[in-house]
């Protein structure tokens, strides 16, 4: 099993301010992806990597993926209330049927 | 609606009376997995399946059972269950296999076994 370390464990910022969130693994992967899941509901994929050293942007939201493919980020710029949930990474091989995820970071964001 | 589907959405039972959590979904998806999430440990893969009638273990097998006979339908099946397999299920499925391809998600079954 490749694991996956997020970090931190839990982040409570103020509307406006920006934050980061990180993915770490000793493992390389083909690929990773970020999901958002809130309350009471399944995980919802945001964005996958597959480049080392990919940098994709979703409106407030960019992702990287390390040069090694060992490790991505998931930065939010002026961070809204409604980015409030757990975020999830997720990794995996080119021809593994299983994927690890990581533990994930519960983001509060207060208005 | 494209979809994930799962009953029940809550469940409690005592130990060792068999249960079944059933996953459906519309997408013609080939690939399924069922998934437990305990607080701070994230999602574990129990079981997954490439096509029907072919299944494999995942991360944490134990106390699990699956079957595939539709493409469609992926369900649990807890024969004895015990109370550390209290949790929060989900089924996920897609086209493809690994982190190249969208998991999607169902609405999760939390199970309490007392």
Known sequence: TQLLEQSPQFLSIQEGENLTVYCNSSSVF?????????????????VT???????????RLTF???????????????????????????????????LSFGAGTTVTVRA | EAQVTQNPRYLI?????????????????????????????????????MNVEVTDKGDVPEGYKVSRK?????PLILESP?????????????FGTGARSEQFFGPGTRLTVL
Not at chain 2, 14 to 36: D, I
């Open chain 2, 70 to 74: 539709e493409k469609r339908n992926f």
């Open chain 1, 64 to 98: 990287q993926f390390g040069d090694a493919r060992k490790d991505s980020s998931l930065h939010i710029t002026a961070a809204q209330p409604g980015d409030t949930g757990l975020y999830l990474c997720a990794g995996g091989g080119n021809n593994d049927y299983k």
């Open chain 1, 49 to 59: 990597v597959v480049t080392g050293g990919e940098v994709k942007k979703l409106k």
């Open chain 1, 30 to 46: 083909s690929s990773l992806q970020w999901y958002r899941q809130e309350p009471g509901e399944g995980p919802v994929l945001l």
């Open chain 2, 13 to 49: 039972t005592v130990t060792g009376k068999k249960l079944t959590v059933t996953c459906s979904q519309n997408m013609n998806h080939e690939y399924m997995s069922w998934y437990r999430q305990d607080p701070g440990l994230g999602l574990r893969q129990i079981y997954y399946s």
């Open chain 2, 82 to 94: 015990s109370p550390n397999q209290t949790s929060l299920y989900f089924c996920a499925s897609s």
